[in-house]
């Protein structure tokens, strides 16, 4: 009788035992499905879009635009070479497939459309990360370092938000500067002039300008446009601030509002080009990019929404130039 009691005792025991483990394991699993599921559903979003110049496969890396923006600015041209470079600091790949929906109100379409062009323009997935998977930490230091020096951190050497750049490595805003091409570049984020890029800043600093607010970068470009100033950058902030706060996702409704807040700020620079008096005697190269993606409220992995990007150009991509 006893024997059989305790028998009993034992089964129970070893079946809520089980029972625990069993959902210990599960719920330390529940992140791997899910990001498994997100990571599908990302890549059946890019995949059947069909708005892409390229795909998964031949992701272009973010160092290229260095060369792109060098070559447009220096090299051969009958009219006035210009630029006007947008930065949507941390904007996932899977948002323009409805911003291309939205049409001639997406920033992006009217870009990747050709907008102040003859021919067409591109929209290129592109990578962030570092030469090989996992050398470059996905932020937005890394990010915007490796788009505008045309070299990954193993050379630049910023591997995170606060890492000064390496002296002997120059951003194309500085390269251009020092070409007598006059460059502003602006921000909401203030790393770029006190951390990552202190030197050129000290050397160069008329060419930076802090807006504090997005509002107050948005001005600064516009003042730029409107001045004559010829090659404008600007990286607008709140979409990655959005990103943190309400999740990196095209279903996260406050990161979708800061996506197009910020498209409404570039639809309104890109008019402001097109109005120019002097437009017709001009060549504008006009780009907007992201420096990495997010999942969750992070962007801190190699997760492929964080390290599989965008941009858009009014031409045609070509890597080989
Ligand atoms: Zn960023």
Redo the contacts with the bound molecule.
Sequence with gaps: MQTSKTKRRLIVLTVIAASLILAVGLGLLAPTFAYIGASQEFKRSINESGIFNNDLDTLVPIAALHNVIRDHMLGENQKTPMLLFIGY??IRADLMPNAFKRGNASAVYRVASGVAQEGSGSLMLTRVGGANRGDEHP??GP?WTSAFTGVWNDVHRVNSNTAPKCHTVSTIMYILHNANVSTSLSFTWPNFKTRLWNDEFISAPSMFNHGVTDEGTFNYMLTAINNGTRAIFGILDDT?GAGHAWGFHPGSRRYVDAFEYAEAQANKLIDAVLARDNFVNEDWLVIIAT??GGFGLL?DSERIMITTVFFAMNKMFSLCG
């Design positions: 600091d941390g932020s937005t990010g990655d420096d990495h962007h």
